[in-house]
């Protein structure tokens, strides 16, 4: 399972990469007004720390703004992903943007008919958002689990990135399903080593070593 980060703070990119478990990061207009600063500046200073696929996302809502959008954000580095959101011009900028080699991320996907579509449109990734399902007390990872089903179903190469985590039984669920990818926010990916019976049994270990040392 691939690991992004969901974020667009230098710091959280840096520690997370150190750990070695960043393989992209996804971004979205939030999360980069979130940091104050200049988007493509951010977009590019994440493309220097990271080897993976980064998304950016577009900010206009006709396909023609999204396009002119697009060509600049992937112009910033090759690794830049072009985030759309599930509309119809979002899916005639997916095929347009698709034929000129640039790659997609179809996000804001609440529906498996929308993911098929994203598909269908040449979307290199989806992000179905299963926190905000589950906010409304639908269940999210089931969408995951019939956007699998159906991409196998007609082969589809396009990548399920599971977005909006919010703990992480949503990655373990997803990743139990065969999601390809969960983007992460950092405070839930911190959790994921932890674990009370582990550090117990590390000291336990260092315990008895010592108390072993102390008398030879
Ligand atoms: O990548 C999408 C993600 O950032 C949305 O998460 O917590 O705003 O639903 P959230």
Redesign the pocket.
Known sequence: MKFFL??ANIDEIRAANEMGMVDGV???P??IAKEGREFHEVIREIAGLIEGPI?AEVIGLDTGSMVKEARVLAAIHANVVI?VPMTVDGLKAVRILAGEGIRTNV??IFSPLQALMAAKAGAAYV?P?V??LD?LSQEGLSLVEQVLRIYQNYDYQTEI?V????HPLHVLEAALMGAHIA?I?FSVLKRFADHPMTEKGIAAFLADWKKANETT
């Open positions: 969901d974020t996804t971004t979205n939030s999360l998304s985030k996000t804001l992000s958002f926190g905000r906010d990135i977005a909006s985590v919010r983007t926010p």
